[in-house]
């Protein structure tokens, strides 16, 4: 077998063990992590036998960074039209988690473009970092992921794999959930709008969404159903649309917070009062939402906990190196406020 041809999964595979633990090993970190010496001879010497180049990957130790920590990687898209980033949150998170959890390492992170994470499969390496961990993936970044190989741990934020450890919530029953509230208000006539730049978790609120209206009887049109732009005018136009043709829904469900902000103003713009006229809800609850007014109800989710477990895991992988894939399940929550008050 040729050289080029080896990964550290091959060799995992043929003595079935944990690429983690070929990993290490192969990386010098085996008595660090406490490997068995059996288990680390027998790696080398089956490394050595289909031709791994050994003396290569022994220089690409664990990558130490200014303070002598290990490296983490936070990847995060950079989206256009974005209202807030949710970098604070993350990083709050992650703050809470190496001061609580005795986690030691640095955190680097490394903005991508949304849809094309490839670009920086040089960093998802031991020649970089000590793990990774990635949030907000498209369709397509996840695709690529399921079908690459990389030699460090990695978690996921809210993405459901069978391949990578992840962090998330039940985004279709959060959909189900919201329809659920709709009806409880006695809801006839519903609308919700989702960014264009759809993700999995987005589309899962919307289905969840979907089927509950449908459950519920509660009528939600075409037209009602939105993908659009998270930009103030995009919204305008969709919700001036409504107005003129006197379709005006009962309840409002925004996909993101980004879209309930741009919501509010359209509304006050074309005369539509908030909540007398129609109730709103939006998904995220980052902080701003309180200074808006109405102060708007969303769903929470937890992004500063969810952060700090997905530190909490991936530190456990790389102490551990035994990468098995591992999913953490978070609740979320209704937060009520003024645009949406519950009965």
């Known amino acids: 077998m040729s050289t080029k041809k080896v990964s550290m999964k091959q060799i995992a595979e043929k003595l ?11 990386n010098g970190r085996g008595d660090e992590m ?8 027998l790696i080398l010497e089956t490394a050595k036998e289909m031709g791994y180049p050994l003396e290569k990957v022994r220089k690409n130790r ?19 039209g974005d209202v807030i980033s949710p970098y604070d949150r993350v990083m709050n998170g992650l703050n809470e988690c190496i001061k609580d959890k005795d986690v030691n390492v640095e955190i680097i992170v490394c903005p991508f473009e949304y849809g094309s994470l490839f670009k ?17 993936l498209s369709e397509k970044d996840m695709e690529d992921l399921m079908n690459a190989d990389f030699d460090i741990p990695i978690v996921l934020f809210n993405r459901i794999n069978n391949k990578y450890s992840t962090v998330y919530v039940d985004d279709y029953n959060v959909g189900y959930n919201v329809a659920k509230l709709f009806h409880s208000h006695w809801c006839k006539k519903a609308s919700i709008f989702t960014p264009d730049y759809r993700n999995k978790p987005m589309m ?19 037209k009602h159903n939105v993908f659009c732009k998270t930009e103030d005018k995009a919204i305008d136009e969709y919700v001036s649309a409504m107005c003129d043709e006197g379709d005006i829904p009962d309840m409002i469900f925004a996909n993101i917070d980004d879209i309930g902000l741009s919501l509010i103003k359209a509304l006050k713009n074309n005369n ?10 939006s998904y995220g609850d980052n902080a701003w939402i309180k200074a808006v007014t109405p102060a708007m109800s969303s769903i929470r989710l937890d992004v500063e906990k969810m952060s700090g477990e997905c530190l909490a895991l ?18 979320s929550e209704f937060v009520f406020r003024d645009s949406f008050k519950e009965v």
Do not use: H
């Not at 919307?206 to 939600?220: A, P, Q, T």
């Open 272 to 281: 539509i009062n908030v909540p007398d006229d129609v109730k709103l809800i």
């Open 314 to 331: 991936l530190w456990n992988l790389i102490k551990s190196g035994d990468w098995s894939p591992i999913a953490k399940i978070f609740q």
């Open 120 to 136: 920086k499969y040089k960093y998802i390496s031991t020649s970089f970092c000590t793990g990774a961990i990635i949030f907000s």
């Open 16 to 26: 079935n063990i944990s690429p983690g633990a070929v990993s290490l090993t192969l």
């Open 34 to 41: 406490r490997i068995a010496d059996e288990t680390q001879r």
């Open 204 to 222: 899962l609120r919307k289905i969840g969404f979907e089927d509950g209206c449908r459950d519920y009887n509660i009528s939600l049109q075409k």
């Open 62 to 80: 664990q990558t130490i960074g200014v303070n002598d920590l290990p490296v983490v990687v936070v990847f995060m898209p950079a989206l256009k």
